[in-house]
């Protein structure tokens, strides 16, 4: 299970393993936060007093990708786009901001330990500050980033101690859930799940670690909802994200070949689980936990 990408914002089409490209673009410096919702014509009243008295600013903030979005429906609009700055559905807008800034985080690009102001970060996706201050708050909420007062949001810095609690727990909820499943689920349900683990190992092949990470979430989420536990899986969930955010000080990424291996066992553990091979099945799910 491992995390790469780059920041992009996702329509609400889009596919987990869609490729994710970037383009470094520096953020330019802004006065104010009221200053910047004033100039793309949506201030609010909130933004005319809130922001101002929030402080939030860019003094400390480092470059960040420009993201780019890709939708297969049209964008409603009610004024015009400027070329150079992507549009997000307002439709979803706060959701797609969150997937976007989930898959920063894996990639690396909102680095541990670092403050963001959500104005600016709404410049680059070319909308106001409110929908992403709203999924910087969800992201509070995950343990993702933290307030800062009059600032914005920091990102949380993690250790490798807390990666492998993370994992611990994922294999305590998992590996009974996926032993039990080896002896009742046929073999044509399990059949279903190949075309994640398929997609998995096709991210994997192109190295892209935030379309992996996806890709992977998706096919372990489908492998447990076999339980038909919602609140399993929604716990798994949210351990699945977690663990893929990144660490400070802790070892390289892995790579192109690490994530080949990992997406291979996936393929592997289908065999075994569709030929109800259950020592195969106990071997391979252990050592899939085990090497994370």
Not at 39 to 48: F, H, I, K, L, T
Not at 219 to 235: E, K
């Amino acid at each position: 299970m491992e995390q790469a990408g780059s920041l992009s914002a996702r329509g609400s089409t889009g596919s987990a393993a869609s490729d994710i490209r970037t383009a470094s673009v520096r953020v330019p410096a802004q006065a104010r936060a009221a200053d910047v919702e004033r100039e793309r014509g949506v201030a609010s009243d909130e933004s005319r007093s809130a922001a101002g008295a929030r402080g939030e600013h860019t003094h400390s903030e480092p470059p960040i990708p420009h993201p780019r979005v890709e939708s297969a429906r049209s964008v409603e609009t009610t004024r015009p786009v400027e070329t150079a700055r992507p549009v997000v559905q307002r439709a979803s807008v706060r959701g797609q901001i969150l997937d976007a800034l989930r898959t920063a985080l894996v990639a690396g690009e909102l680095a541990p330990g670092q403050v963001y102001s959500a104005p600016v970060l709404g410049e680059r996706f070319g909308v106001s500050a409110t929908p992403v201050r709203e999924a910087m708050q969800q992201l509070a909420l995950e343990g993702a980033v933290e307030v800062v007062p009059n600032r914005g949001f920091r990102v949380v810095r993690r250790g490798t101690r807390e990666l492998a609690e993370l994992a611990e727990i994922r294999a305590l909820l998992e590996v009974p859930v996926v032993l039990r499943l080896a002896r009742t689920v046929p073999a044509a349900r399990w059949a279903e799940l190949r075309p994640l683990a398929e997609a998995a190992a096709r991210a994997a092949s192109a190295g892209c670690r935030a379309t992996y990470a996806e890709c992977d979430r998706a096919f372990h989420h489908a492998m447990l909802a076999l339980a038909g536990n919602d609140q399993l899986v929604q716990i798994a969930d949210d351990l699945h994200r977690r663990a893929q955010w990144p660490l400070v000080g802790g070892p390289v990424p892995r790579g192109r070949a690490d994530l080949m291996a990992d997406a291979a066992e996936h393929l592997a553990l289908l065999d075994a689980l569709t030929a109800q091979d259950l020592p195969a099945v106990q071997s391979l799910v252990r050592e899939h936990f085990a090497d994370h």
